[in-house]
């Protein structure tokens, strides 16, 4: 079982690390509380493949059973069903101190060293040092935009930062209502309909006969083409951005013969370039005559 601790300085961006990991399959828990650390292992491991991914935040709010915390996992170590990791992020004080004033948050030493930001951070960062000390990972997010730390937390656990990325293709019919959720949309009731082919009525464009009726127009497949190179171009940068989802909608009239061939063939061409793709089709059931 994977199992990562993500740890450091307040401030430093732990929420939105455990917000990557949360997105490309981890199990998130955030401030568990340490005296149920070694229950909450026990039972992931009788669930067996359930949970075989999780990340649990776990910092200076735990009081002072926090210092528990190092030794615990210096245990869970020698245990050779789990790959025990921590992520430790930091900041320089500076950027610390920044971040608060600029969000306003209370620091969670806050009280204990009366309202002195600059002593609880000189505190925390003397009682995070062991755990920095055994860290598998460290973050030092002082000059990383969102972007780039999303991409190094990526890093760190994908082998190709394009897999945290789910490609949703779908086609849907206008006279059914445009679809409102995708982030591309592309309008192919511009190419022949095989809707007015007897023969190929009855039939979607998941089928080959279909699809071929379809492909067998030069404009279609200079459209797919220019497709396949803009999708090529834009994927790259929406995965550069930390996106973690991208819908791209094909529509038709009816939205059964030439959205649902686009849709497939696109998803196709995305499939075999490694890409995590899935396909869905919303009206390709109506109209079935």
Excluded: W
């Amino acid at each position: 079982m994977q199992f990562t601790v993500v740890t450091g300085m307040s401030g430093s961006g732990k929420s939105l690390a455990m917000h990557v990991l949360e997105d490309i399959g981890f199990y998130c828990i955030d401030n568990m509380p340490l005296q149920l650390l070694h229950k909450f292992v026990d039972l992931c491991m009788q669930s067996g493949s359930k949970l075989d991914r999780v990340a649990i935040a776990m910092d200076i709010r735990s009081g002072e059973s926090f210092e528990e915390l190092c030794g615990q996992l210096m245990q869970m170590k020698l245990d050779q069903r789990l790959d025990v990791k921590v992520l430790f992020l930091e900041a320089s004080d500076e950027v610390i101190l920044k971040r608060y004033k600029e969000t306003r948050r209370k620091h969670p030493l806050d009280t204990a060293y009366q309202g002195s930001l600059h002593d609880a951070i000189a505190a925390e960062r003397v009682r995070l040092n062991p755990l920095r000390g055994i860290a598998s990972y460290l973050i030092d997010t002082s000059y990383l935009s969102t972007s780039q730390l999303k991409e190094q937390v990526k890093s760190l656990y994908l082998e190709k930062t394009s897999d945290s990325m789910m490609i949703q293709l779908t086609s849907f019919g206008f006279k059914y209502g445009a679809t409102t959720e995708a982030d591309l949309v592309f309008d192919v009731r511009c190419l022949p309909n095989p809707y007015y082919v007897k023969e190929l009525r009855p039939h979607s464009g998941c089928d080959a006969c279909v699809r071929d009726y379809v492909m067998s127009f030069p404009q279609s497949r200079k459209l797919l083409e220019k497709l396949e190179d803009l999708l090529d171009f834009l994927i790259p940068l929406y995965v550069g951005e930390g996106k973690s989802q991208l819908i791209i909608a094909f529509g038709c009239t009816g939205g059964k013969h030439r959205s649902v061939t686009f849709a497939e063939l696109i998803g196709d061409y995305l499939s075999q370039k490694g890409l995590c793709v899935h396909k869905s089709h919303r009206d390709i059931q109506r109209d079935r005559a």
